[in-house]
């Protein structure tokens, strides 16, 4: 059985070479069970998806504690390396950033996501959150695990810089991160080609994009030069909404159709979870 250190090692790797990294995000133990089934490589988790599943609404809502027991859940029960997205690091400063990265290793994850925007959406000084990469990096140094950082800016998102401006800004504070030990640079809000090309131009280090809908393909993303794509909230709210859409049809028509279509079998569920 591979032990911690060899996932980590397993998700840096992933990282390099030619291959895309896919990281289809799950929120619970048996949709990162399906997940794995299918053949990804590696599993992310989703900060607003455990927090809906949870009953929290996204935006650091949901307590560490409560995150951090569902990143063990998943890296307990999965083979493959997972990073886990702990949002803004649950504090403002370093050594909150410190805890929840040694969290995140004593759950059992290989990774995480670390964002620079407080819960007003306010981007944080790029110092202070080029001191939280830091810590977190410290923090998995000590612990002998080569925990892979991904450095998340919101600035593409960011209200209070111009439209014109937020691309600049994204470079200048991914390669901040990546100076300051992140491994990967994450960059979501953003789906225009051209300007996913300059990031991967100017960022020094691993791209990582948001895709879904509205977003370019795979094969057009690794083509632009990004490196890691992860889907977010997207798969789980995707499961919700075929929730929705079954319940509003057997309480409308006292149909089944939805509930039958891409339905897993119960006994592959079953299987999956060990029983």
């Not at 059992?108 to 939280?132: I, Q, S």
Request: aromatic fraction near 4%; include cysteine; glycine fraction near 10%.
């Amino acid at each position: 059985m591979a032990t911690q250190r060899d996932k980590a090692a397993r998700l840096r790797e992933l990282h390099q070479g030619q291959g895309l990294l896919v990281l289809p995000n799950a929120w619970d133990v048996a949709s990162a069970k399906v997940i794995e089934a299918a053949g990804a490589a590696a599993i992310a988790t989703s900060s607003a998806g455990v927090a809906f599943a949870l009953g929290y609404p996204d935006g650091e809502r949901i307590s560490r504690e409560e995150m951090l027991d569902m990143v063990r859940r998943i890296a307990a029960a999965v083979e493959v390396p997972v990073t886990a997205d702990v949002e803004a690091g649950y504090g403002p400063d370093a050594e909150a950033a410190a805890a929840t990265a040694r969290g995140v290793l004593d759950a059992g994850a290989v990774g995480l996501n670390l964002e620079d925007a407080d819960a007003r959406g306010e981007l944080l000084p790029l110092e202070l959150h080029a001191a939280r990469i830091r810590a977190a990096r410290k923090v998995a140094g000590s612990a002998g695990v080569p925990l892979v950082i991904n450095g998340r800016t919101d600035a593409m998102a960011a209200k209070a810089l111009p439209a014109a401006e937020r691309a600049a800004e994204a470079v200048r504070r991914a390669n901040a991160w990546l100076e300051a030990g992140a491994d990967c640079a994450f960059v979501p809000f953003v789906s225009d080609r051209d300007t996913i090309a300059r990031l991967a131009r100017e960022i020094r280090g691993p791209l990582n994009i948001l895709g879904g809908p509205g977003a370019p393909s795979l094969t057009e993303l690794k083509q632009l030069g990004v490196r890691r794509v992860s889907l977010g909230s997207a798969v789980a709210r995707a499961a919700y909404g075929r929730a929705r859409r079954a319940t509003e049809e057997v309480l409308r028509s006292g149909t089944y159709q939805s509930i039958a279509e891409d339905a897993i079998p119960y006994a592959d569920l079953q299987r999956l979870l060990g029983g």
